[in-house]
């Protein structure tokens, strides 16, 4: 094992039961909304007009984004170590940099994150697809985020700290990456991909 490693597990090993389960809690019902929205949105896809699957797609990526475990009510660390103690003893803190510092791993992951929302929010225009090939790509991208989710909410039970905070990246990176960029502009390609980098320092 290395020092990285090492410094990780033990950082994962100081949170207590009550901090672990109040986010494993919060990360499932994120879950569970998203397949509802999910659902709603896969209903709806087989009526939408060829000139609003645009305007579908950007409202469905914004759904799964504001849905993903980002807030601190999802992290272990941020519930038992923020609102009181001010992150002070904070085991992310320590390995990754506090997460207000502007260069911290969460920091810079959140910028890019939100960055990325801010750019589909924006592309109004996106690329020209036939509606028969656009509602394919919308679909796919419902049934494997959807899959993706329930398989989290599964995956999360059992799990110590350690595991939550390595579901979580995965999580993240997988559903970012099922974004289907063949709807939306460059810029959108280039976030996600700034986005997939920041990621890989998140745990």
Not at 7 to 31: F, H, R, Y
Not at 105 to 116: G, K, P, T
Request: proline share 4%; aromatic share 10%.
């Amino acid at each position: 094992m290395t020092d990285r490693a090492k410094e990780l597990e033990a950082a994962a090993n100081a949170i207590d039961p009550a901090s672990l389960q109040a986010a494993k809690a919060a990360v499932a019902a994120s879950c569970a909304e998203y397949i509802r929205w999910a659902e709603l949105f896969s209903q709806r896809l087989e009526t939408v007009e060829p000139c609003e699957l645009h305007k579908f797609a950007r409202a469905l990526v914004l759904t799964m984004l504001g849905h993903l475990p980002t807030r601190p009510v999802t992290c272990p660390f941020c519930i038992q170590y923020g609102q009181e103690r001010s992150c002070q003893g904070c085991g992310y803190g320590a390995t990754h940099g506090r997460c207000d510092a502007e260069t911290s791993a969460f920091s810079r992951f959140i910028e890019a994150f939100q960055d990325l929302g801010r750019v589909i929010y924006q592309d109004v225009e996106g690329r020209s697809l036939e509606p028969g090939p656009a509602r394919g790509f919308l679909l796919a991208f419902l049934r494997a985020s959807q899959y993706r989710a329930e398989r989290m909410q599964g995956e999360i039970s059992g799990c110590n700290a350690l595991q939550l905070m390595k579901r979580k990246a995965s999580y993240l990176g997988d559903m970012i990456e099922f974004i289907p960029g063949d709807f939306f502009s460059q810029k959108v390609t280039e976030r996600r991909r700034t986005v997939m980098m920041m990621l890989m320092d998140y745990w």
